[in-house]
């Protein structure tokens, strides 16, 4: 005797739509202790990421060099403005055809201080001035931001800052330019 058993198929479930998930290019995760003791390899970090995130673009030479450049500087000012241990992630997200990278990175007090006014900075009104004249004669504390300033005032990214109340890390988001709308750099 057999008995036959009718199930109903499961409706499909919707993808779920979470923002972590969309665009989603590549993730890495790394010690502050292991990044400050390798810190001679981070060029080798920031091409291995820039050629990853470009391996699809329609030139992706041109296309990992700048990446290469934008996350080398990041790495710098994270190296320069980090907690003594914790986890560094970065996270590269495609979204409209614009590369999205965002890290991660555990901070003490002063350092969500330097980080503030970075992006602070980011908004004065004629930034390319202000960058130009801070190149010649940087101010006490704004010449290891200058890296972070150029990317937004010669490339044309876009920077902000997430911090959670009692989080000692902050979430820096560089919304990179559209390459090819670039020209010649």
């Known amino acids: 005797m057999s008995i036959v058993k009718t199930v109903s198929p499961a409706p499909p479930q919707e993808a779920e739509a979470s923002p972590i998930r969309l665009g989603m290019i590549v993730s890495a995760r790394f010690s502050v202790s292991g990044f400050a003791r390798q810190w001679a390899h981070c060029h080798l970090l920031a091409n291995y990421l820039g050629r990853y995130v470009s391996a699809n673009e329609g030139d992706p030479e041109r296309h990992a060099t700048m990446l290469s450049t934008f996350v080398n500087e990041l790495l ?63 101010a006490e504390g704004e010449d290891t931001m200058l890296g972070l300033l150029e990317l937004v005032a010669v490339y044309g990214c876009n920077v902000a800052m997430t911090e959670n109340a009692g989080e000692s890390r902050v979430t820096l988001s560089l919304h990179l330019p559209e390459f090819d709308d670039m020209g010649e750099v």
């Open 76 to 138: 710098e000012i994270v190296y320069r403005n980090h907690a003594g241990d914790g986890q560094i992630e970065l996270t590269f997200r495609k979204k409209n055809g614009r590369v999205l990278l965002q890290a991660t990175v555990p901070i003490s007090e002063s350092q969500r201080m330097f980080y503030r006014m970075a992006v602070q900075l980011v908004g004065q009104p004629d930034l390319k001035t202000w960058y130009r004249a801070r190149l010649e004669d940087p």
